[in-house]
């Protein structure tokens, strides 16, 4: 009922559906969603529902290969553990996050619960690991990310998408399809954030809002760096 009245329209190259855009230029997908934390959930979801469902499969292949490491005998408790933590990690992002999960998962057919397990993937096991580099170019900064990501085949879904909640501040993320969270990003008040990560070095325990998450509520609310601090 909070999408009634859209239809999908697919056109010379073009889907769009309510306030949702995608293109594609040289290869890229490029994703445009406006509205509610709902409505642009279920704008995802419809756009890029084939390609969501493919992203995911290759996902599921990492968190079935870390199990794979586990003794059978304890698989069963290593799932149940993984699950619990997903489930804390979901109920520490703020309701309007969680309402637009609500709403990718009405349109994918995706399990809500099952989502949760993917997108909180990397948090869990610790399988990021990334680079950055920022370079001052006669004054104007240049800010590169390389996401180096397991497994490497999620090169094949990239994803720009372009984000206008609203009543916030508009921004960019470039990712991966059906990642919601944020990797890389950059608003319109030319605030940029990537993540740059490491699981190995030492435990760390932090109740707060995951990282991803937090890096999506700074572009969305931040006007200047002293509010970032903030």
Known sequence: GRVQGWSLVDEKGIRTFGEGRLETHEGIPFVKLGGTPYEMGYQYGTLLKKEIHASYGEMQKTIDAFFSLVPPILRPLARLMYN???????????????????????????????????????????????????????????????????????????LIMEMSPRGKRSYTLLGIMGYLPALSGMSDAGIAITLNISFLTAEVKNPGIPVGYKAREVLENAASLADVDR
């Open 84 to 158: 619990i933590q997903a489930s804390k990690k979901e109920k520490a992002i703020p309701e309007r996050y969680r309402e637009e999960l609500r709403g990718f998962a009405d349109a994918t057919g995706l399990e809500y619960d099952y989502i949760i397990r993917v997108i909180f993937s990397a948090d869990i096991v610790g399988a990021l690991g990334c680079s950055s580099v920022i370079v001052n170019n006669g004054g104007n900064l240049i800010h590169g990310r390389n996401l180096d990501y397991t497994p490497s085949n999620l090169g094949r879904y990239p």
